[in-house]
């Protein structure tokens, strides 16, 4: 019996990028799935592009929920709410899938008894292409000390379990609300298999930028949460605040912000050798 995949698609004036987001899905040669867009409020021609799509698109399930903007995590409920199908993938309205996405990991779900499957990817859209290798993770411990390898547009979860552990609405966690259900899934013994394919293409914008630090306080408040629970001691803790602040002096270096680079680069206190030799190029203002 083949595998079928609910492709989930929150969208919030995403007009600029939006059509070729849909044209891969579009394109995937495995045709067991369907697409639930939720459009969150958008004031740009999201809804037209959307609707636009589906005419040229008979063939495929497609679902359009519009509604008032409610943040990302309440699109993606809603949406998973609406799915017919046991697998979720979720996909950003900026980002684009190989056409082999879906049969690869239809391949790897029949072969693994996973909870959540996910792959590598590349990124586009920045001053370079790059390959985003990613590695195993087994614990809570491997996310908050090694690093978030987890991308949502190259995640692919059971249906029952995102029904079970929701996305958060909570502001406070905005933005984070993806690393806050890793954490939760984790703590809760689900099986995580990575494919090391880059199936995905994510797109980096400079958005991001003016939203780095805000993003910072809302992944620090989902450590403190679940630290506050006991569901990890002090030194992991300290271990995770230390890797988020490293992350955005890397950020902020590779944006040629060298003096915001040397400050989160101290505040991340303890570093290894490698660590240490980016911190010196930053001094230096010496890009890496």
Known sequence: MSVTFSIIIPVYNAAKTLADTLQSIAA????????????DG?????????QKWNKANPKIDFTLINQENGGLGNARNRAIRASKNPWVAFIDADDIWLPNKLAEISSNLTKNQADVIYHSFTTFGGSRDRNRDIFPIHSIEDLLTKGNPLMPSAVVIRTGLLLEFPFSENPTVHGAEDFDLWLRLLQADKKFKHLDKPLTKYRETGGMSTRILEHLKHVVNVISKYHELAWFDDSIYQKAIARKNWEVGRFYHKNGKFEEAKKFYNKAGLLTQNQKLIQLLAILKISR
């Open 28 to 39: 995937q040669t495995y045709p067991h799935f369907e697409v639930i867009c939720v459009n």
């Open 42 to 50: 958008s004031t740009d021609r999201s809804a037209e592009i959307l």
